[in-house]
């Protein structure tokens, strides 16, 4: 009798010490981990994208800012005290750790003529007092100069904004994040204080980076010791046993805790995707533990002492166990497909985390399970008289059921062309954080958040002063302006129409480009000399002036929006002036592709991780006819559950592109273990009613557990204010739910339906 015992329970202090070394020595890596939280996290070194926006920003002065909004209650921006606020702060924030430009409506670089001289100036000057007469001119140049109007000041003086350009050193950490927004906030609540009429928006890639941070450190804080509470209150209220919730629990624990170890030793760092580790892999654990300790309490529920029962459990579902764990990592382990580093780092430490929880469940649970006071459960009839009654539900109506979800399945399988790829950024965030409250204020009364910058390239160095780019530059820009998705177009040859007027005496007749090459070089030459510090045209012109950038400011557009209007200005560009070169980048860009791209390779792979997954399946089940059962009923909840979103939703974000193939690995669960128990009743000589009834005895209500925690770990992720986060929740625990009714309703059906089949073949 004791040489048949598992060995966890014939040397259970040898297996404890070796597991307590193992989760020390993994543990041990969590002081390896950090935190990132840069928008660059979500792109691969090899990113057509990213490697456009980076030769961009080494051609020109870097772009990533904090935009700072500055809203007066009145709606007036042209007042004494507002622009003096605006001049102070625009000083002030010289001081912004890695800053490199400011540029405000104070400091805004006005140009006219003076006799035969170049006036440059600041358009809010010290030396100018602030009366009316000046208020009225510093008005009446912001309002009509269109180098700032609708990007620095709206165009009716309600609200103006202060640019922080910042050069960030390579690599970027969280740490200089952190300090950028933290002398900007000291900043802001220090000119608050003195100006409690004023409201401040905090806006741009810094304040996009910082919130992507902090959403994601919230989340750690608040839904992972939620979701331990709401395991822990299911479990017991479930089991009607504190001792079954203690034992889930600390392996739950062991399970994260030796993740995020793993993942300092390895450098992985965590990330806003990354984050959701220890929240997803609490979920998925929990399977493990309630199978085996459902497994446990129908043995002693049976008359099986408590050293029997665990025997039992643990001969009955050591395979299922494993099979089922190594289907889940498999289906994570697709998002090494994935376009985007993040995804792939939670794909591969979410596998590592499911497979040491199995690991842990079959050892250190069943110790645990030993060495406390378990009793025979006094609740267990109840719960299978229900699933008894469920069986025969399904026995008596199983041709309505197979049929009625053969034909929702093709309803839904319609429905799935109404889902699109679209990403939108600003909407990654819910519209009770800060970001997008500021983003949503900026674009309706300011400016957007949305960027496309555009270079325009000449033949040769000094290629941007000849008439003929500039006219090109110049038709470009005023196109530009006329797309309907377009809010402002920050452009070079504004500046030199401005000059040129101003070299001839501030004649508005004179308002256009140079004629000459010499002309326009020697405006230009002349302006430079005359910027201040941090001023300068790096930010427009490369270095040799062999390229132009221009800047256009657009409202929050969805990712399919964004590529139409480059694909539409690059045609547009290569039809009128084929002998320039245009291309665009920005990280609204980056973001916009990287859905796309992560979609099509997904979708390559969801196959691939299909065929597995089933040659896995007949593998263990040792049946063509059950392996080809479990794949069909593991392949309607993800159509199903992306068929409904296609018809309430419709659009499919850079989270929801990994979800068929994460949830893939996740709803096999229910499948192994039902057809597990199945085909154990085959075995045993019972007929397939009969095995029908035996796998609704023994596995249903350990089915209905799981679904029940799986469904409410991930709804947990619904409370995030990160709507990658939210959607994800949303539309996993939507397909685990339908994966449920699925195999409760719709796998036996198909059994028994098949069942019948097969006895007929085998009469004839």
Same mark, same amino acid.
């Given at each position: 009798?004791?040489?048949?015992?598992?060995?966890?329970?014939?040397?259970?202090?040898?297996?404890?010490?070796?597991?307590?070394?193992?989760?020390?020595?993994?543990?041990?890596?969590?002081?390896?981990?950090?935190?990132?939280? *840069?928008?660059?996290?979500?792109?691969?070194?090899?990113?057509?994208?990213?490697?456009?926006?980076?030769?961009?920003?080494?051609?020109?002065?870097?772009?990533?800012?904090?935009?700072?909004?500055?809203?007066?209650?009145?709606?007036?921006?042209?007042?004494?005290?507002?622009?003096?606020?605006?001049?102070?702060?625009?000083?002030?924030?010289?001081?912004?750790?890695?800053?490199?430009?400011?540029?405000?409506?104070?400091?805004?670089?006005?140009?006219?003529?003076?006799?035969?001289?170049?006036?440059?100036? *600041?358009?809010?000057?010290?030396?100018?007092?602030?009366?009316?007469?000046?208020?009225?001119?510093?008005?009446?140049?912001?309002?009509?100069?269109?180098?700032?109007?609708?990007?620095?000041?709206?165009?009716?003086?309600?609200?103006?904004?202060?640019?922080?350009?910042?050069?960030?050193?390579?690599?970027?950490?969280?740490?200089?994040?952190?300090?950028?927004?933290?002398?900007?906030?000291?900043?802001?609540?220090?000119?608050?204080?003195?100006?409690?009429?004023?409201?401040?928006?905090?806006?741009?890639?810094?304040?996009?980076?910082?919130?992507?941070?902090?959403?994601?450190?919230?989340?750690?804080?608040?839904?992972?010791?939620?979701?331990?509470?709401?395991?822990?209150?299911?479990?017991?209220?479930?089991? $009607?046993?504190?001792?079954?919730?203690?034992?889930?629990?600390?392996?739950?624990?062991?399970?994260?805790?030796?993740?995020?170890?793993?993942?300092?030793?390895?450098?992985?760092?965590?990330?806003?995707?990354?984050?959701?580790?220890?929240?997803?892999?609490?979920?998925?654990?929990?399977?493990?533990?309630?199978?085996?300790?459902?497994?446990?309490?129908?043995?002693?529920?049976?008359?099986?002492?408590?050293?029997?029962?665990?025997?039992?459990?643990?001969?009955?579902?050591?395979?299922?166990?494993?099979?089922?764990?190594?289907?889940?990592?498999?289906?994570?382990?697709?998002?090494?497909?994935?376009?985007?580093?993040?995804?792939?780092?939670?794909?591969?430490?979410?596998?590592?985390?499911?497979?040491?929880?199995?690991?842990?469940?079959?050892?250190?649970?069943?110790?645990?399970?030993?060495?406390?006071?378990?009793?025979?459960?006094?609740?267990?009839?109840?719960?299978?008289?229900?699933?008894?009654?469920?069986?025969?539900?399904?026995?008596?109506?199983?041709?309505?059921?197979?049929?009625?979800?053969?034909?929702?399945?093709?309803?839904?399988?319609?429905?799935?062309?109404?889902?699109?790829?679209?990403?939108?950024?600003?909407?990654?965030?819910?519209?009770?954080?800060?970001? $997008?409250?500021?983003?949503?204020?900026?674009?309706?009364?300011?400016?957007?958040?949305?960027?496309?910058?555009?270079?325009?390239?000449?033949?040769?160095?000094?290629?941007?002063?000849?008439?003929?780019?500039?006219?090109?530059?110049?038709?470009?820009?005023?196109?530009?302006?006329?797309?309907?998705?377009?809010?402002?177009?920050?452009?070079?040859?504004?500046?030199?129409?401005?000059?040129?007027?101003?070299?001839?005496?501030?004649?508005?007749?004179?308002?256009?480009?140079?004629?000459?090459?010499?002309?326009?070089?020697?405006?230009?030459?002349?302006?430079?000399?005359?910027?201040?510090?941090?001023?300068?045209?790096?930010?427009?012109?490369?270095?040799?002036?062999?390229?132009?950038?221009?800047?256009?400011?657009?409202?929050?557009?969805?990712?399919?929006?964004?590529?139409?209007?480059?694909?539409?200005?690059?045609?547009?560009?290569?039809?009128?002036?084929?002998?320039?070169?245009?291309?665009?980048?920005?990280?609204?860009?980056?973001?916009?592709?990287?859905?796309?791209?992560?979609?099509?390779?997904?979708?390559?792979?969801?196959?691939?991780?299909?065929?597995?997954?089933?040659?896995?399946?007949?593998?263990?089940? $040792?049946?063509?006819?059950?392996?080809?059962?479990?794949?069909?009923?593991?392949?309607?909840?993800?159509?199903?559950?992306?068929?409904?979103?296609?018809?309430?939703?419709?659009?499919?974000?850079?989270?929801?592109?990994?979800?068929?193939?994460?949830?893939?690995?996740?709803?096999?669960? *229910?499948?192994?273990?039902?057809?597990?128990?199945?085909?154990?009743?085959?075995?045993?000589?019972?007929?397939?009613?009969?095995?029908?009834?035996?796998?609704?005895?023994?596995?249903?209500?350990?089915?209905?557990?799981?679904?029940?925690?799986?469904?409410?770990?991930?709804?947990?992720?619904?409370?995030?204010?990160?709507?990658?986060?939210?959607?994800?929740?949303?539309?996993?625990?939507?397909?685990?739910?339908?994966?449920?009714?699925?195999?409760?309703?719709?796998?036996?059906?198909?059994?028994?339906?098949?069942?019948?089949?097969? $006895?007929?073949?085998?009469?004839?």
């Amino acid at each position: 009798m004791t040489s048949s015992r598992p060995f966890v329970l014939r040397h259970p202090w040898s297996v404890l010490s070796a597991l307590l070394l193992i989760i020390a020595l993994f543990s041990a890596g969590l002081n390896q981990l950090y935190f990132r939280g *840069d928008y660059r996290i979500f792109f691969g070194p090899d990113n057509p994208q990213l490697q456009a926006f980076e030769q961009m920003q080494q051609e020109f002065n870097k772009s990533d800012n904090v935009l700072i909004g500055i809203a007066p209650k009145d709606r007036n921006v042209f007042q004494a005290d507002v622009l003096q606020l605006v001049q102070d702060f625009t000083n002030a924030a010289w001081q912004t750790p890695y800053s490199i430009r400011i540029d405000s409506i104070s400091n805004f670089q006005h140009t006219e003529a003076e006799d035969d001289d170049l006036r440059v100036q *600041d358009l809010v000057s010290a030396e100018r007092t602030l009366d009316d007469a000046e208020l009225a001119r510093i008005r009446d140049i912001a309002l009509n100069e269109p180098i700032i109007r609708d990007r620095l000041i709206a165009a009716d003086g309600a609200v103006t904004a202060i640019n922080i350009t910042v050069q960030l050193p390579e690599p970027t950490g969280q740490a200089q994040v952190d300090e950028i927004w933290s002398a900007v906030m000291a900043l802001t609540d220090q000119f608050a204080a003195q100006y409690p009429d004023v409201e401040f928006y905090h806006t741009g890639i810094i304040a996009m980076n910082y919130a992507f941070a902090s959403e994601a450190e919230a989340d750690v804080k608040r839904l992972v010791p939620m979701m331990l509470l709401v395991i822990a209150l299911m479990l017991a209220w479930l089991f $009607r046993s504190f001792y079954a919730s203690l034992v889930t629990i600390i392996i739950l624990i062991v399970s994260v805790v030796s993740t995020l170890g793993i993942a300092g030793w390895l450098g992985i760092f965590m990330s806003t995707a990354t984050v959701n580790v220890p929240t997803i892999l609490m979920t998925l654990a929990v399977a493990d533990s309630v199978h085996l300790l459902a497994g446990m309490q129908f043995a002693m529920s049976e008359g099986k002492s408590k050293q029997q029962a665990i025997q039992y459990s643990l001969e009955r579902n050591w395979l299922p166990v494993v099979i089922t764990s190594v289907t889940t990592a498999i289906g994570f382990l697709t998002l090494n497909f994935s376009e985007v580093p993040i995804l792939r780092d939670l794909g591969n430490l979410t596998a590592i985390g499911v497979v040491l929880a199995c690991i842990f469940s079959l050892t250190l649970l069943p110790l645990l399970m030993n060495a406390l006071p378990f009793h025979e459960p006094d609740h267990v009839e109840s719960g299978l008289n229900a699933m008894d009654k469920l069986a025969l539900f399904v026995i008596r109506w199983q041709r309505p059921i197979m049929f009625g979800f053969i034909a929702i399945t093709i309803v839904c399988s319609g429905l799935l062309t109404l889902n699109k790829v679209n990403d939108e950024p600003n909407e990654y965030f819910s519209t009770s954080t800060s970001f $997008r409250q500021s983003n949503d204020f900026l674009e309706e009364n300011l400016s957007g958040f949305t960027l496309m910058d555009f270079e325009v390239k000449g033949d040769g160095e000094g290629a941007v002063y000849q008439p003929e780019m500039l006219l090109a530059v110049a038709q470009f820009s005023d196109w530009l302006v006329e797309q309907p998705e377009v809010m402002h177009v920050n452009t070079f040859t504004d500046i030199l129409k401005k000059l040129n007027r101003n070299m001839h005496q501030d004649d508005p007749a004179y308002y256009r480009l140079p004629h000459s090459t010499e002309e326009a070089a020697q405006y230009i030459l002349l302006y430079e000399m005359s910027l201040p510090f941090g001023l300068d045209l790096n930010n427009q012109l490369n270095i040799d002036k062999s390229a132009t950038r221009l800047s256009a400011t657009l409202y929050n557009l969805g990712s399919k929006e964004l590529i139409a209007l480059e694909e539409r200005a690059l045609a547009h560009f290569a039809e009128q002036w084929p002998e320039y070169q245009l291309s665009a980048a920005s990280a609204a860009l980056m973001f916009a592709h990287i859905g796309e791209r992560n979609m099509a390779s997904m979708l390559k792979t969801l196959p691939a991780a299909l065929v597995l997954i089933s040659l896995l399946l007949l593998f263990t089940l $040792r049946s063509w006819r059950l392996g080809l059962i479990s794949l069909l009923t593991n392949l309607v909840p993800a159509i199903i559950g992306f068929g409904l979103w296609g018809l309430l939703v419709g659009e499919v974000n850079l989270a929801l592109s990994v979800v068929a193939g994460m949830s893939l690995g996740i709803i096999v669960d *229910d499948t192994v273990h039902f057809l597990t128990k199945y085909r154990y009743a085959r075995k045993e000589g019972q007929d397939n009613e009969q095995a029908v009834r035996f796998a609704f005895h023994s596995v249903g209500r350990a089915l209905w557990i799981t679904t029940l925690v799986l469904v409410s770990g991930f709804a947990v992720l619904m409370l995030s204010s990160f709507r990658l986060n939210f959607d994800m929740g949303l539309l996993t625990s939507s397909i685990i739910l339908v994966a449920l009714i699925i195999d409760l309703l719709f796998l036996p059906a198909v059994l028994l339906q098949v069942g019948k089949f097969g $006895r007929a073949k085998h009469a004839k």
